[in-house]
């Protein structure tokens, strides 16, 4: 059983930063990837941004690429977020997950969901 923490959302005005961290512990095993994800109110949720097991490869959705920057601590299984340039459509909760590259990036179908954190942005 993996346990996750989100946190470091907010309010923020338009144009703001905050900076996430996820916290992974429990069952993890070396070599696995990491994303965060959103959901905004009536929508699915969507993949953010995703780091390999290395750090050496990273995705984005277009929407965000540019302004958030996602990294890890691999001695702490912590997750980062950076996010600049904010935008009231990047309003949501916002969660971390990990497992594998494929699962990650495509299917995304993880068994265990954190709390999330929510980042509002004000126009």
């Known amino acids: 059983q993996v346990q996750l923490v989100e946190s470091g959302g907010g309010l923020v005005q338009a144009g703001g930063s905050l900076r996430l961290s996820c916290a992974a512990s429990?069952?993890?095993?070396?070599?696995?990837?990491m994303g965060w994800y959103r959901q905004a109110p009536g929508k699915q949720r969507e993949l953010v941004a995703a780091i390999s097991s290395s750090g050496g490869s990273t995705r984005y959705a277009d929407s965000v690429k540019g302004r958030f920057t996602i990294s890890r601590d691999n001695a702490k299984n912590t997750v980062y977020l950076q996010m600049n340039s904010l935008k009231p459509e990047d309003t949501a909760v916002y969660y971390c997950n990990v497992g594998p590259w494929t699962k990650v990036v495509v299917t995304q179908t993880f068994d265990y969901w954190g709390r999330g954190t929510q980042v509002t942005v004000s126009s």
């Open positions: 429990g069952s993890i095993f070396g070599g696995t990837a």
